[in-house]
């Protein structure tokens, strides 16, 4: 292999730039133990705020970015993988400090990898991706805490994002009643689609509230942040748990301790990025397990690395549904 295809990203006194190019492995990291023959990554979030240079999220140039990717190990120099070993790589600060996944080749720490569990392919495992194996973090703290389906409904706010559509096929499939809250009611058959029983419009908890409100959930699972979180902790059952994973309309959390110390309410972080072995391989087993992988074909479009500029700029721009898997081949 003389080169191979990348999303590559720099920033010089001329400026930014972004474009597809091609790459010398000469010039991947050196401090990788693991190489990895990618054949799908997909577009998160933070991978749209690096394309599109619309936050400081590289902390190093020139930078490929695609905090996900699944593929076959090529070669390793680590104890726990060999040639021929079907991975997945998620988060560590890949596509931010170190190459990522948005090319067809990439050399990663064997550390970073959990093995792509019996059964499910890349390109399911990227039409999950980091969106979903949050979703199933949430979902495993949810469960950790005894919410059961019994409790009552389960807020999912930014539903039709990629964690929140993601948790819906979960929850539902798992037999909890799902409230979907979205800015997007026009995606309410597809929500209800998901499993949702009630799709909610998102003003109703995006502006600033009263710090404790009527009881309704028993459980919440928060991407989105700010008033939608603070409101989400007001309305919850005594003894309810909500899960935090995400800032989408901001890191502010205008809250009171009243939801905490008169009802008992518990505020669990949710990080996907630094989570351990143990948690992450958790995550990706149940995901095999317990989501109903039908769904998946409802939730994500295929897109070939070409046109990851755009799809970043749709993202950026809140035109995205769903999730996006990125075809490396």
Same mark, same amino acid.
């Given at each position: 292999?003389?080169?191979?295809?990348?999303?590559?990203?720099?920033?010089? &006194?001329?400026?930014?730039?972004?474009?597809?190019?091609?790459?010398?492995?000469?010039?991947?990291?050196?401090?990788?133990?693991?190489?990895?023959?990618?054949?799908?990554?997909?577009?998160?979030?933070?991978?749209?705020?690096?394309?599109?240079?619309?936050?400081?999220?590289?902390?190093?140039?020139?930078?490929?970015?695609?905090?996900?990717?699944?593929?076959?190990?090529?070669?390793?120099?680590?104890?726990?993988?060999? @040639?021929? /070993?079907?991975?997945?790589?998620?988060?560590?600060? $890949?596509? &931010?400090?170190?190459?990522?996944?948005?090319?067809?080749?990439?050399?990663?720490?064997?550390?970073?990898?959990?093995?792509?569990?019996?059964?499910?392919?890349?390109?399911?495992?990227?039409?999950?991706?980091?969106?979903?194996?949050?979703? *199933?973090?949430? !979902?495993?703290?949810?469960?950790?805490?005894?919410?059961?389906? &019994?409790?009552?409904?389960?807020? #999912?706010?930014?539903?039709?994002?990629?964690?929140?559509?993601?948790?819906?096929?979960?929850?539902?499939?798992?037999?909890?009643? !799902? !409230? @979907?809250?979205?800015?997007?009611?026009?995606?309410? /058959?597809?929500?209800?689609?998901?499993?949702? %029983?009630?799709?909610?419009?998102?003003?109703?908890?995006?502006?600033?509230?009263?710090?404790?409100?009527?009881?309704?959930?028993?459980?919440? #699972?928060?991407?989105?942040?700010?008033? %939608?979180?603070?409101?989400?902790?007001? +309305?919850? +059952?005594?003894?309810?748990?909500? %899960?935090?994973?995400?800032?989408? +309309?901001?890191? /502010?959390?205008?809250?009171? !301790?009243?939801?905490?110390?008169?009802?008992?309410?518990?505020?669990?972080?949710?990080?996907?990025? *630094?989570?351990? +072995? &143990?948690?992450?391989?958790?995550?990706?087993?149940?995901?095999?397990?317990?989501?109903?992988?039908?769904?998946?074909?409802?939730? $994500?479009?295929?897109?070939?690395?070409?046109?990851?500029?755009?799809?970043?700029?749709?993202?950026?721009?809140?035109?995205?549904?769903?999730?996006?898997? $990125?075809?490396?081949?």
């Amino acid at each position: 292999m003389s080169t191979f295809r990348g999303m590559m990203l720099n920033k010089t &006194e001329a400026g930014f730039s972004a474009c597809v190019s091609q790459i010398k492995p000469a010039q991947l990291p050196a401090e990788g133990d693991v190489e990895v023959a990618l054949a799908y990554s997909t577009i998160n979030y933070k991978d749209a705020l690096a394309i599109t240079n619309s936050a400081p999220v590289v902390r190093r140039w020139p930078m490929v970015p695609g905090i996900d990717g699944a593929g076959v190990v090529v070669s390793s120099n680590h104890p726990d993988w060999k @040639a021929g /070993d079907k991975v997945i790589h998620n988060g560590y600060g $890949v596509g &931010e400090a170190h190459w990522g996944c948005l090319a067809q080749f990439a050399r990663l720490k064997g550390g970073w990898l959990v093995p792509l569990p019996a059964g499910m392919s890349s390109r399911e495992a990227m039409a999950i991706g980091t969106a979903g194996y949050t979703a *199933m973090l949430c !979902v495993m703290a949810l469960q950790q805490h005894r919410v059961t389906p &019994e409790r009552g409904e389960i807020l #999912v706010t930014g539903a039709s994002g990629g964690v929140g559509s993601i948790a819906i096929a979960i929850l539902a499939g798992l037999g909890y009643p !799902v !409230v @979907a809250s979205t800015g997007k009611l026009r995606e309410a /058959d597809y929500l209800k689609a998901l499993g949702a %029983t009630q799709v909610m419009d998102r003003a109703v908890l995006s502006a600033a509230g009263k710090p404790l409100q009527k009881e309704r959930w028993a459980g919440v #699972v928060d991407s989105v942040g700010s008033h %939608t979180l603070a409101n989400a902790c007001a +309305q919850t +059952q005594y003894g309810g748990v909500v %899960t935090a994973c995400g800032l989408a +309309q901001g890191m /502010d959390f205008p809250a009171s !301790v009243a939801p905490f110390i008169l009802r008992g309410v518990s505020l669990v972080g949710v990080d996907s990025v *630094m989570a351990s +072995q &143990e948690r992450r391989r958790s995550a990706w087993l149940r995901l095999a397990a317990d989501f109903d992988r039908e769904k998946l074909e409802a939730i $994500v479009r295929e897109v070939p690395l070409d046109e990851v500029m755009v799809e970043a700029a749709d993202m950026m721009a809140g035109r995205i549904r769903g999730r996006i898997a $990125v075809n490396l081949h």
